[in-house]
């Protein structure tokens, strides 16, 4: 468990000012972090993690003798949280040199998902913003609370004569904002 000081939002472009293409893009930064000494946190190298041992630094408070920033990557958005300013300027100058960086603010919003620091120094996050959007754009905004939403064993396939395409559609991006609703801020 890490006592984070602050969670920054930037953002990231290359020398020209834009991100050509976001494969390129995301390559070059992830080489550039392990050249500093991060290590990938997830396979796809998203979430990036720096830790280094202290002995005694008065920028470090209750961290059992670790520096550690962590780095989340999303198109040319970083996100990132610390528990040691000399750290985080070291990575913030070193980046720099590399690219053109704007820090945007302390996080507060970030794709679909709202932060706010607890007055323990944790951060909470809120998604009740991004499921309302969801409920306006499929015009459930007015539903009942229903155990389940059509008859039990219901199947909607291409093949059903009742099912259009837009019928299908719809659900597809239902469900797909679901997933994604589901997925995004759980703990792991």
């Known amino acids: 468990h890490v006592r984070s000081r602050r969670q920054r939002q930037m953002c990231i472009r290359d ?7 976001w494969r390129n893009h995301w390559r070059r930064l992830v080489r550039k972090l392990k050249r500093f000494g991060f290590r990938s946190a997830t396979p796809d190298d998203c979430v990036m993690i720096l830790r280094k041992k ?14 550690i920033i962590i780095i989340a990557i999303v198109v040319d958005d970083i996100v990132i949280t610390d528990n040691d300013d ?4 070291d990575v913030i100058a070193y980046l720099g040199k590399i690219y053109e960086l704007r820090d945007i603010s302390n996080l507060t919003w970030f794709l679909g998902c709202a932060f706010r620091r607890t007055a323990d120094g944790g ?4 998604q009740s913003a991004y499921l309302q959007k969801c409920l306006e754009r499929f015009k ?8 389940t939403p059509m008859t039990s064993g219901t199947r909607v396939t291409e093949k ?8 299908l559609s719809y659900y597809s991006a239902l469900l797909g904002s679901l997933l994604y609703f589901c997925s995004w801020s759980r703990p792991d």
């Open 86 to 89: 000399d750290l985080y300027n």
């Open 54 to 67: 202290v002995s005694s630094a008065p920028s470090v408070p209750d961290s059992n003798d670790e520096s």
């Open 123 to 126: 951060v909470e996050i809120d």
């Open 15 to 21: 020398s020209n000012g834009v991100v050509q293409s």
């Open 140 to 147: 459930l905004t007015e539903i009942n609370p229903a155990k």
């Open 160 to 167: 059903d004569p009742d099912a259009s395409k837009d019928l």
